[in-house]
């Protein structure tokens, strides 16, 4: 069955920077797009970016431009997200997704279990 | 601020009928497809409807999505107790390249 499986919660003081990884399994890795979300406690769901697992492209959502990239290791089917930076309004829940459609009609099948990021001086 | 635009919270009584919106624009709702998703206290968002219509084998024909022009919508019939959570709309937006959200709707059921 399909799995994301993501790494443990990280602390972090203001200014580090994160790197966050996302491992799959149970489907073929270079035909699904893998994206990135994040919830801030109490908040709503925000898209962070995605990228395409065959040739490594990014899209990424403004707001984390020039912060942000996206990375993705074949051999081992684990996509990472790095955020730079970091400062306390980059506390929140991080989740990785597939992309069901294998092209970019957006929508998630499969989700990590999120990883709990706290920045904190 | 979401680029998608959905009521904050609705409710309604068990085994009633709930309607919650997303608007959107020409670039995202307009020119792509809808997705939509619940998402339990504690828990990952779940995938409840996509392209614009459509549901996974496990999601009660309870919920149905719809779409016309700029705006799509979820409706939840019969509800129960066990639908109270916070729904999302989602899809692309084909003049940004970026994936954009709603900002949730709070559903209760009275």
């Known amino acids: 069955q399909v799995q994301l499986v993501q790494s443990g919660a990280e602390v972090k003081k203001p200014g580090a920077s994160v790197k966050l990884s996302c491992k799959t399994s149970?489907?073929?890795?270079?035909?699904?797009?893998v994206h990135w979300f994040r919830q801030a406690p109490g908040q709503g769901l925000e898209w962070l970016g995605e990228?395409?697992?065959?040739?490594?492209?990014?899209n990424y959502a403004e707001k984390f431009q020039g912060r942000i990239t996206l990375t993705r290791d074949t051999s081992t089917t684990t996509v990472y997200m790095q955020l730079n930076s970091l400062d306390s309004e980059d506390t929140a829940l991080y989740y990785c997704?597939?992309?069901?459609?294998?092209?970019?009609?957006?929508?998630?099948?499969?989700w990590g279990q999120g990883t709990l990021v706290t920045v904190s001086s | 601020q979401s680029v998608l635009t959905q009521p904050p919270s609705m409710s309604a009584a068990p085994g009633q009928k709930v309607t919650i919106s997303c608007s959107g624009s020409s670039s995202n709702i307009g020119d792509n497809f809808v997705s939509w998703y619940q998402q339990l206290p504690g828990t990952a968002p779940k995938l409840l409807i996509y392209d614009n219509t459509e549901r996974p084998s496990d999601i009660p024909d309870r919920f149905s999505g719809s779409k016309s022009g700029t705006s799509a919508s979820l409706a939840i019939t019969g509800l129960q107790t066990g639908d109270e959570a916070d729904y999302y709309c989602g899809t692309w937006d084909s003049s940004l390249n970026i994936g954009v959200l709603g900002g949730g709707t709070r559903v209760t059921v009275l």
């Open positions: 997704a597939r992309d069901g459609s294998g092209t970019l009609h957006f929508w998630f099948d499969s």
């Open positions: 149970g489907y073929t890795f270079t035909s699904y797009y």
């Open positions: 990228i395409r697992p065959w040739g490594g492209s990014t």
